[in-house]
């Protein structure tokens, strides 16, 4: 290859690269990830003494059949299957190379008992369990140092019968952070779908310290009213994918986090590479989207599109504050529908909350590079509320191609930001003035690192690299 034919190849790779559609993105963050991986090994549930009544405690039959599957773990691994019924059971842990997998029929029940729900240390960037200083009560479904798992099922359900929990929450009665349903930490290849998860005493779904996730085809429930019933928090995690989910519940649809002021900060373990496409949801008390407030490890790279919101009281959020540290950057959410929602984009530089006062107040975050582009909604409330920091302006929020119908007189209000606007009905706020003159800076929500490309050229052999160019453009023609 003549050396200006290396030149013209070389650029061809940089523009179609920076321009490709981000199925590709989605398709590098969690390659070769499926929800159907053979297992030689396989146990149902009932072998190992369980009854699916709704009344027996199983938690015992879990472990043990757990346990047992442990010695397949390096035979290629193996599956435990549930079969129809209501097994009613306390926390247990998985292993890897591991499918947990529900029959249509089958109903795993949390216990309503606390004591079925073993306490373990808060984790190391919060400092403390989040709705209490100490420990916190493990998730329903858990697992550590994991990598190869699947939990799935037929539309099987998982039901954490939260209401107790709830009630203890509201009544000031609680001793320990409640459970999620299912949080996996220090975790890689782990897949999560075609399952319904219903009535989580806390968070729904928490990856935390975990890469390579992929959540897929889960519907989350709880009613609009339920506390802190999060859908999908992915927590300092890289590479992951969450797509083709449906979630009606009492706070954040979806919730990117990564660790808690100086805890957070501290720990510096960000959460980055999230792709998160073709999601529909419905929350009372929290937002479509959310980045934060636990923030202080960072966010990056984050690619949002193909989101219908409705009956909520926020549509896409960022939430921080000063003492939080941190950046959130390089965020960009696209195709986005809303319908009877009360806030259509809000970001908020003061959320408040702190796990004690150690916290330094002059560690501020950093909330640049997001971009915010193809929205549209009906019945909407107020179009925007965006409030940075004093002495720490948000920089770079960019919003274009918006057509809110919207009620309030006043449908924007911003504060201490700057950024760009074209194309937005109501007319947006000065400080995203689009008559300023100069060129915007506006993140486009492609980003590939060397590495990636390396990496893919690796896998793939000397003609890797070709192909992955070849691959990209195949998805823009």
Same mark, same amino acid.
């Given at each position: 290859?003549?050396?200006?034919?290396?030149?013209?190849? +070389?650029?061809?790779?940089?523009?179609?690269?920076?321009?490709?559609?981000? *199925?590709?993105?989605?398709?590098?963050?969690?390659? #070769?990830?499926?929800?159907?991986?053979?297992?030689?090994?396989?146990?149902?549930?009932?072998?190992?003494?369980?009854?699916?009544?709704?009344?027996? !405690?199983?938690?015992?039959?879990?472990?043990?059949?757990?346990?047992?599957?442990?010695?397949?773990?390096?035979?290629?691994?193996?599956?435990?299957?549930?079969?129809?019924?209501?097994?009613?059971?306390?926390?247990?842990?998985?292993?890897?190379?591991?499918?947990?997998? !529900?029959?249509?029929?089958?109903?795993?029940?949390?216990?309503? #008992? *606390?004591?079925?729900?073993?306490?373990?240390?808060?984790?190391?960037?919060?400092?403390?369990?989040?709705?209490?200083?100490?420990?916190?009560?493990?998730?329903?479904?858990?697992?550590?140092?994991?990598?190869?798992?699947?939990?799935?099922?037929?539309?099987?359900?998982?039901?954490?019968?939260? $209401?107790?929990?709830?009630?203890?929450?509201?009544?000031?009665? @609680?001793?320990?952070?409640?459970?999620?349903?299912? /949080?996996?930490?220090?975790?890689?290849?782990?897949?999560?779908?075609?399952?319904?998860?219903?009535?989580?005493?806390?968070?729904?779904?928490?990856? $935390?310290?975990?890469?390579?996730? @992929?959540? /897929?085809?889960?519907?989350?429930?709880?009613?609009?009213?339920?506390?802190?019933?999060?859908?999908? =928090?992915?927590?300092?995690?890289?590479?992951?994918?969450?797509?083709?989910?449906? $979630?009606?519940?009492?706070?954040?649809?979806?919730?990117?986090?990564?660790?808690?002021?100086?805890?957070?900060?501290?720990?510096?373990?960000?959460? *980055?590479?999230?792709?998160?496409?073709?999601?529909?949801?419905?929350?009372?008390?929290?937002?479509?989207?959310?980045?934060?407030? /636990?923030?202080?490890?960072?966010?990056? /790279?984050?690619?949002?599109?193909?989101?219908?919101?409705?009956?909520?009281?926020?549509?896409?959020?960022?939430?921080?504050?000063?003492?939080?540290?941190?950046?959130?950057?390089?965020?960009?959410?696209?195709? $986005?529908?809303?319908?009877?929602? *009360?806030?259509?984009?809000?970001?908020?530089?003061?959320?408040?909350?702190?796990?004690?006062?150690?916290?330094?107040?002059?560690? @501020?975050?950093?909330?640049? =590079?997001?971009?915010?582009?193809?929205?549209?909604?009906?019945?909407?409330?107020?179009?925007?509320?965006?409030?940075?920091? +004093?002495? #720490?302006?948000?920089?770079?929020?960019?919003?274009?191609?918006?057509?809110?119908?919207?009620?309030?007189?006043?449908?924007?209000? %911003?504060?201490?930001?700057?950024?760009?606007?074209?194309?937005?009905?109501?007319?947006? %706020?000065?400080?995203?003035?689009?008559?300023?003159? +100069?060129?915007?800076?506006?993140?486009?929500?492609?980003?590939?690192?060397?590495? +990636?490309?390396?990496?893919?050229?690796?896998?793939?052999?000397?003609?890797?690299?070709? #192909?992955?160019?070849?691959?990209?453009?195949? =998805?823009?023609?």
């Amino acid at each position: 290859m003549g050396r200006s034919a290396s030149f013209v190849f +070389q650029f061809l790779v940089f523009i179609t690269i920076f321009n490709t559609q981000w *199925s590709s993105v989605c398709g590098i963050y969690c390659k #070769d990830m499926a929800s159907t991986v053979y297992r030689p090994h396989s146990v149902t549930l009932t072998e190992f003494g369980a009854v699916g009544d709704g009344k027996t !405690l199983n938690t015992k039959s879990f472990q043990n059949a757990i346990f047992y599957l442990n010695s397949f773990a390096d035979k290629g691994g193996a599956q435990l299957f549930v079969p129809a019924g209501r097994w009613l059971t306390g926390g247990f842990n998985l292993i890897s190379h591991l499918t947990l997998s !529900l029959d249509k029929d089958a109903v795993i029940i949390g216990s309503m #008992d *606390s004591s079925d729900w073993p306490l373990i240390d808060p984790l190391p960037s919060y400092g403390r369990g989040r709705e209490l200083p100490g420990k916190r009560h493990q998730s329903l479904i858990f697992g550590w140092n994991l990598t190869d798992v699947i939990i799935t099922g037929a539309n099987g359900t998982i039901d954490g019968q939260g $209401v107790v929990w709830w009630d203890w929450f509201h009544n000031h009665k @609680l001793n320990y952070t409640r459970p999620h349903l299912i /949080e996996l930490m220090y975790s890689t290849n782990v897949v999560i779908s075609n399952l319904t998860f219903k009535n989580s005493p806390f968070w729904n779904i928490h990856p $935390v310290y975990c890469s390579q996730v @992929l959540v /897929e085809h889960v519907t989350i429930l709880a009613p609009l009213d339920s506390p802190n019933t999060d859908g999908i =928090n992915p927590d300092s995690s890289t590479n992951v994918c969450i797509n083709h989910c449906y $979630v009606r519940n009492g706070d954040d649809v979806i919730a990117i986090k990564s660790g808690w002021d100086q805890y957070g900060i501290s720990f510096a373990h960000p959460s *980055s590479n999230i792709s998160i496409s073709n999601i529909t949801g419905e929350t009372r008390g929290g937002a479509g989207i959310a980045i934060g407030s /636990e923030m202080s490890g960072g966010i990056s /790279e984050v690619r949002a599109e193909g989101l219908r919101i409705v009956n909520s009281l926020h549509g896409i959020r960022i939430k921080t504050a000063p003492g939080r540290g941190g950046y959130v950057t390089n965020v960009y959410v696209a195709d $986005v529908s809303m319908h009877n929602v *009360s806030m259509a984009i809000r970001i908020t530089g003061n959320y408040g909350e702190h796990p004690n006062n150690n916290y330094d107040r002059n560690a @501020l975050p950093v909330i640049s =590079n997001i971009t915010i582009e193809n929205v549209v909604g009906a019945s909407v409330g107020v179009a925007g509320i965006l409030e940075g920091i +004093q002495g #720490d302006n948000f920089s770079s929020i960019c919003i274009s191609n918006v057509s809110l119908s919207v009620q309030s007189r006043h449908p924007w209000s %911003c504060s201490l930001i700057e950024g760009y606007s074209n194309s937005v009905t109501p007319g947006s %706020c000065e400080q995203l003035s689009s008559n300023s003159g +100069q060129t915007p800076v506006c993140y486009s929500g492609v980003s590939f690192s060397p590495s +990636q490309i390396q990496a893919h050229t690796h896998r793939n052999g000397a003609g890797g690299l070709v #192909d992955f160019v070849l691959h990209l453009v195949s =998805n823009i023609v």
